[in-house]
């Protein structure tokens, strides 16, 4: 039986840790999974839940050309001045306006604190 993709979205890596360390729990981890969970739980700073607020925030701000992709790749980032969220978007080919960079900054650096 051939499986296929249904549908396809962002995760910001914390609910990927998550989702991992749930599976863990209940049964073993292959090598590829244990190895991301191992990764995941190096890199993330935020709880999966405090992730998926901050996304949903930026979402709201209803920037143009604004995708979910970007909103997650912040997240996961999480840049501490305007330049590095400047730097992270111009790395997803994003084009966003100085006045659009400093609300996206504004909404993580408040939810970060």
Do not use: C, H, W
């Amino acid at each position: 039986m051939k499986s296929s993709v249904l549908s396809s979205q962002p995760v910001p890596l914390a609910v990927v840790r998550d989702i991992l360390v749930a599976m863990k729990a209940s049964g073993e981890l292959n090598f590829r999974a244990s190895r991301t969970e191992e990764y995941a739980s190096q890199m993330v700073k935020l709880s999966g839940k405090s992730t998926l607020e901050i996304v949903a925030k930026l979402e709201l701000l209803a920037i143009p050309r604004f995708r979910a992709e970007y909103a997650v790749k912040l997240v996961d980032l999480l840049p501490k001045t305007e330049d590095e969220v400047k730097a992270v978007l111009q790395s997803l080919n994003a084009v966003v306006t100085k006045e659009n960079i400093q609300k996206i900054f504004e909404v993580m650096n408040f939810e970060k604190s």
